[in-house]
């Protein structure tokens, strides 16, 4: 089966660069499309994370972006 157009490594890389970005200049107001890559990531290859750091990461982030709601 043939990879998608955009779909490839070089796409994959770039999307965790930004993310890698948005979380470390702590810019909570993108922290929802973080989890989004996240639980994509999971699901495209589940064995990348463990299942534990994947969660803790997870929760922090939710976290994080319900305090930002709260204030």
Do not use: D
């Not at 660069?17 to 994509?40: D, I, M």
């Not at 982030?61 to 930002?68: E, G, H, N, P, V």
Request: with cysteine; net charge positive.
């Amino acid at each position: 089966m043939a990879t998608p157009p955009g779909a490839g490594p070089a796409a994959l890389r770039f999307a965790a660069a930004a993310t890698w970005q948005v979380v470390r200049g702590r810019r909570v107001e993108h922290f929802p499309r973080v989890l989004e890559f996240l639980r994509s990531l999971r699901a495209a290859a589940p064995g990348l994370v463990r299942y534990r750091h994947h969660e803790r990461l997870c929760m922090g982030l939710k976290a994080k972006s319900a305090w930002l709601l709260i204030q």
